[in-house]
């Protein structure tokens, strides 16, 4: 026997698979594509129809992604149009109302009112096995379709899911893209720029800065003693210090600048346009930034004519090292 309230649950339950099966395509509200619209004019060709429409339903309406006789992103209520959102009830057989005059479920449905007779729609079914729209003819006069036209609706129908479906797999193709772009040239553990970006981009400022004759800073920073923090505390709240770093360092650097991990516990700044007394200011406000009173040790300088990318950091290496030498948690320039 049936708990009361079931019905409306099953209804519910029974709706919600369509809705995301719909919500994973994207496709609703977008503009026109000729894929789509191609599909559409056949339709109208093979069945000599005045009204074509790929129509996609969600839990209120009926929107066309492409159509013939309607704009594109025609938009109807579920209850005023119920034609498409009752054809996707049934996924596995196309709906065919001849006269819906003479049809008591639509006989007063505005559409009909309107001067929609003839409706023929095929469902378009989605690999889950749920339908999301229709690819749906109709005439302002009743029709009896022949059985090679409906073959040929279907095949249609068939059609449009598979563009739809390519449709999907290029946009996840080029957010898995993206995604693998942005691993190669970020650090794993912090999602700074890593040492790669670093090199690359450092290239280019001193490129620019050369043909430019702007200044370029760099800061190579170092946090002190942090094989001795990783033993005592472990991997675990070695890598959380590290990103917590990351985290404060971001804030305090300008827009412009570059924040990489440079390797291990170092890290790396390019700042475009910083001068000596500026790159200083700079490493002082990230080592004042360390969490929980750690300190860090930095080398600051700024790019000189003529110096290439490797030269310029080996001097920022060597103030860093001559910063860790004078006892830590310093910064050093020249």
């Known amino acids: 026997m049936d708990t009361p309230g079931s019905g409306v649950i099953d209804r519910l339950t029974s709706e919600a698979d369509p809705l995301r099966a719909l919500a994973q395509y994207a496709v609703l509200d977008t503009a026109s594509e000729s894929a789509f619209d ?26 066309a992604k492409a159509a013939i006789g309607v704009p594109q992103g025609f938009e109807v209520s579920r209850d005023e149009a119920p034609f498409c ?48 729209g ?22 249609l129908a068939t059609a449009v899911t598979a563009h739809l479906e390519l449709r999907r797999r290029i946009g996840e193709a080029d957010e898995l893209a993206i995604q693998l772009q942005h691993l190669a040239a970020h650090d794993a553990l912090t999602g700074l720029a890593n040492r790669r ?10 490129a620019h800065a050369e043909r430019t004759g702007e200044p370029l800073g ?16 472990g991997n675990v709240a070695g890598d959380d ?46 080592r004042q930034a360390m969490p929980d009173s750690r300190t860090c040790s930095s080398g600051a300088t700024v790019w000189r004519k003529g ?28």
């Open 197 to 206: 970006t670093f090199d690359g981009a450092l290239a280019a400022a001193v």
């Open 38 to 63: 191609d599909l559409v004019h056949l339709a109208a060709t093979l069945m000599s129809v005045p009204w074509v429409a790929m129509n996609l339903v969600d839990d209120r309406r009926t929107w």
């Open 85 to 132: 959102a009752t054809a996707i009830g049934h996924p596995s057989e196309i709906l065919v109302i001849e006269d819906t005059l003479d049809d008591e479920r639509y006989a007063d449905n505005v559409m009909t009112q309107l001067g929609v007779r003839f409706y023929a729609g095929a469902p378009l079914v989605m690999p889950g096995g749920h339908a999301i």
């Open 218 to 233: 760099i800061v190579l920073l170092d946090l002190d003693h942090f094989k001795r923090y990783n033993d005592s505390h």
């Open 134 to 155: 229709t690819l749906c003819v109709t005439d302002r006069v009743p029709r009896t379709p022949t059985r090679e036209q409906l073959d040929a609706l279907a095949t």
């Open 241 to 286: 210090l590290l990103r917590r770093c990351a985290q404060r360092w971001t804030t305090a650097i300008r827009d412009t600048d570059l924040l990489a991990r440079y390797g291990g516990e170092e890290f790396a700044v390019i700042a475009p346009g910083c001068d000596v007394s500026e790159c200083v200011s700079l490493a002082e406000r990230l």
């Open 307 to 334: 110096e290439s990318a490797d030269d310029f950091v080996r001097r920022a290496d060597s103030l860093l090292y001559a910063a860790k030498e004078a006892g830590r948690d310093a910064v050093k320039w020249g």
